[in-house]
């Protein structure tokens, strides 16, 4: 790894960690985060209040009784992800 890639590394670190704190401050449950990548990916359980982080959908699929909608949302600079059935 050379030190470019190590201070990537870091600041994607910094950036996942402060996503994570403000995500449980205001009362969301956190179940990935990656830190590959140009941006942090942190992936969080459907609740009704992921409303308010403004996601938009960018995948969908169905499991055959509807549509299940892939959502994301930019957050502290990092990718927030769920999963919302319609």
């Known amino acids: 790894m050379n030190t470019a890639e190590i201070r990537n590394n870091k600041l994607n670190f910094q950036k996942a960690n402060h996503c994570v704190r403000r995500l449980f401050k205001q009362g969301f449950d956190v179940t990935a985060i990656d830190l ?3 941006r942090p990916k942190i992936e969080i359980t459907y609740r009704p209040k992921c409303r308010r982080l403004n996601g938009v959908w960018y995948r969908r699929s169905s499991n055959g009784v509807g549509s299940v909608y892939r ?4 957050v502290s600079g990092c990718q927030v992800e769920w999963n919302e059935t319609a």
């Open 71 to 74: 959502m994301a949302a930019l």
């Open 36 to 38: 590959h990548g140009g």
